[in-house]
């Protein structure tokens, strides 16, 4: 079983930028694992933002964030990064990281092929 941890979120002002972490909190490799990236926010439901295959091959954002957010892995620190630049006040929201209980080769922004979630991370954009 993966215990996800995100890191990296907090409170910053319209057009500035964060960069979000993803982990094992065991260090269990990652390696093998397609990561999801997804948010919500007050009120709403959650939803995907975006994704990155185990090889890196595939990534895909949502149009409310392409061209703000950049997924990123580093293998070789264990880690999975959303970076988010120009923040927007439609931005806050708590931030997860999802992983599917196998290896697949899949980037996927809908939440039912992923078992394991990480706690989220806080993210708050106002002036």
């Known amino acids: 079983q993966l215990l996800l941890v995100e890191s990296g979120g907090g409170s910053v002002q319209p057009g500035e930028s964060l960069r979000l972490s993803c982990t094992e909190a065991?260090?269990?490799?990652?390696?093998?694992?397609?990561i999801g990236w997804f948010r919500q926010a007050p009120g709403k439901e959650r939803e995907g933002v975006s994704c990155?295959?185990?090889?890196?091959?595939?990534?895909d954002y949502s149009d409310s964030v392409k061209g703000r957010f950049t997924v990123s892995r580093d293998k070789t620190q264990n880690m999975v990064y959303l970076h988010i630049n120009n923040l927007k006040p439609e931005d806050t929201a708590v931030y997860y990281c999802?992983?599917?209980?196998?290896?697949?080769?899949?980037?996927?922004?809908?939440?039912?092929?992923?078992?394991?979630w990480g706690q989220g991370a806080q993210v708050t954009v106002s002036s």
């Open positions: 065991t260090a269990f490799p990652l390696d093998y694992y397609s």
């Open positions: 999802a992983a599917p209980n196998s290896f697949k080769t899949m980037c996927v922004m809908s939440e039912s092929p992923y078992d394991y």
């Open positions: 990155i295959s185990d090889n890196e091959m595939l990534t």
